[in-house]
């Protein structure tokens, strides 16, 4: 029985004493990936700054030490070794400010790091500042009060870096003393340092305070057996994290919908709850290999919806073209074939997708094969709008849907069927021959206007491409305005298509060459040439 099965009480609890929960607690600060790489970049900006700011002193130091008849003025400059220590924290702030930005970047050894750069800046401090007779409170204080609310880390580690920063003035002190240079009395001494270890012990609170919300949020990104790790995408009805298993740490993709998604607002709560068990169970019992599979799904006590699908290695049909142009003919009956193999298990099943668009469509690399299509999104868009909503998903991509809908859909009508996705596949195959949509508009408005009441243009006209005739035709019955002149099923569809004579196949070894080309990051040891 999988989680999503029982109410939302009797899940899984959320436990300290996993494996999961463990590692958590001995990271750095106890975040979770994404905060991490944020926190990790937030450190690199520091640096940066900082190390701007040595820059700027050290030129302001040589202009006051030296005039341009070159007699030194005595009044307002560092001493020597200033200059020196400027420059090495100016050198190290670069190389942190850039390992932070690198590709390769170990989030938690970067803070790690941070600390380390912390004891750096108090002892160039110490150096410069106690280098002459001095009796006041140094700014180390600051630095070590400020640095945990800009790079946390564990309490413990905090801790050792605040002492260790705070020593630093000492230290900066006695090679003052080791020059000749008087020390003050033993009160003035300890009213100088003591504030810079009190700093330490008070920087543990926001540290201390950092951890607790990072646990929060660790439990919150717990959904189920689950937990969630980055955002990958954002949209008007919620958002997709990478998340991966508890326990068999399998990596997944979890789409949450929030309960104040405007497209359900208004919807009561007891309908809501059933009509998303429903579909959601629907979608889980698709299993073709080309539609993506649905893992689990429950509900949040806060109202949120989620569903657990398989992590896709790809990329959309949307981005595939925007990156690369419009696709040969022969990889485009490839691609569609395998689509028409997803509707056609959905659509007898009952279920009808009525948001096919490039964007719901990934072409994949699975185990040694590539260009392996997976449709996004069943169940998702009938939970996601009423029914009769024209702009169903139109908060996620403004033109998305308006600009594959099929005119029947466009019009409200009750009599949608199977053959408003065979509609929206014939533009959908317009967009991979042509790099272009069927019909362009400046609104959604018009857009849907003339998917109603425009004749296209057959698709060989927008592209230099050569398009078989026989696939062009095939295009042409999918945009049929009448449902009857379409393809009868996608199973008609498909035999039509392998019908046609598109000319030498597309061949799983053309689709691996072509992505260790223009895709490896997908492809296991591929290097772009």
């Known amino acids: 029985m999988t989680s999503s099965a029982l109410p939302p009480t009797q899940r899984s609890s959320r436990r300290s004493d996993t494996p999961a929960a463990s590692a958590r607690a001995l990271s750095t600060a106890g975040l979770p990936p994404d905060l991490l790489r944020e926190c990790s970049s937030r450190l690199g900006t520091v640096a940066l700054v900082w190390g701007t700011g040595w820059l700027l002193a050290i030129g302001t130091n040589l202009i006051l030490r030296w005039t341009p008849g070159g007699v030194s003025v005595a009044g307002g400059a560092w001493p020597w070794p200033g200059v020196l220590v400027g420059a090495v924290v100016v050198f190290v702030s670069v190389g942190l400010f850039a390992y932070t930005r690198a590709t390769g970047c170990n989030t938690r050894l970067s803070l790690d790091v941070g600390l380390l750069y912390e004891v750096l ?19 180390i204080a600051l630095l070590i009060l400020i640095h945990p609310t800009i790079v946390p880390n564990s309490t413990g580690k905090m801790l050792l870096a605040g002492v260790s920063a705070a020593t630093m003035d000492v230290v900066g002190i006695a090679l003052a003393a080791a020059r000749g240079v008087p020390l003050p009395p033993a009160g003035t001494l300890a009213w100088m340092v003591l504030p810079n270890y009190a700093a330490a012990l008070v920087a543990v609170m926001p540290a201390r305070m950092i951890q607790h919300l990072a646990r929060q949020v660790a439990e919150a990104r717990e959904l ?39 497209s359900h607002r208004d919807m009561p709560a007891n309908v809501l709850r059933a009509r998303f068990w429903r579909e959601a169970e629907a979608a889980m019992s698709l299993s073709s290999p080309h539609t993506i599979a649905l893992y689990d799904f429950g509900i949040e006590p806060d ?26 003919a022969a990889r485009v009956s490839h691609l569609l074939i395998q689509v028409c193999d997803s509707l056609a298990e959905a659509h007898a099943c009952g279920q009808v997708h009525r948001d096919i668009k490039p964007a719901n469509i990934y072409a994949c690399r699975v185990g040694q094969e590539a260009d392996f299509v997976k449709v996004l999104d069943f169940g998702l868009v009938k939970f996601a709008a009423r029914d009769g909503d024209v702009l169903q998903t139109q908060p996620d991509v403004a033109l998305g849907t ?37 019909f362009q508009g400046d609104s959604p408005q018009r857009m849907i206007l003339a998917h109603v009441q425009a004749k296209p243009a057959p698709p060989s006209r927008r592209t230099e491409l050569p398009i078989p005739a026989c696939l062009e035709e095939i295009v042409m019955a999918c ?3 009448d449902p009857a002149q379409r393809p009868s099923s996608a199973a008609d569809l498909t035999q039509r298509l392998r019908q046609c004579d598109v000319g030498p196949a597309w061949t799983p070894a053309q689709a691996w060459t072509w992505w260790t080309a223009h895709l490896p990051e997908f492809i296991p040891g591929a290097e772009k040439g």
């Open 121 to 139: 800046l108090a002892l160039a401090i110490a150096v410069v500042q106690r280098w002459t007779p001095a009796s006041g409170l140094s700014w």
């Open 224 to 262: 189920g057996s689950y937990e969630l790790e980055a955002l990958l995408s954002r949209g008007g009805m919620g958002e997709v994290y990478r998340a991966r298993h508890r326990l068999i740490r399998r990596p997944a993709a979890v789409k949450l919908i929030r309960p104040d998604a405007s």
């Open 303 to 328: 109202g949120t919806y989620y569903y657990v699908m398989e992590l896709l290695n790809g990329v959309d049909l949307q981005e595939l073209v925007e990156r690369f142009g419009a696709l040969p």
């Open 402 to 438: 308006p600009a594959f809908m099929a005119p029947e859909t466009a019009l409200g009508s009750r009599d949608v069927d199977y053959r408003a996705d065979l509609y929206s596949l014939g533009c959908v195959a317009y967009w991979l021959l042509t790099g272009s949509l069927v």
């Open 479 to 481: 945009l049929s305005k």
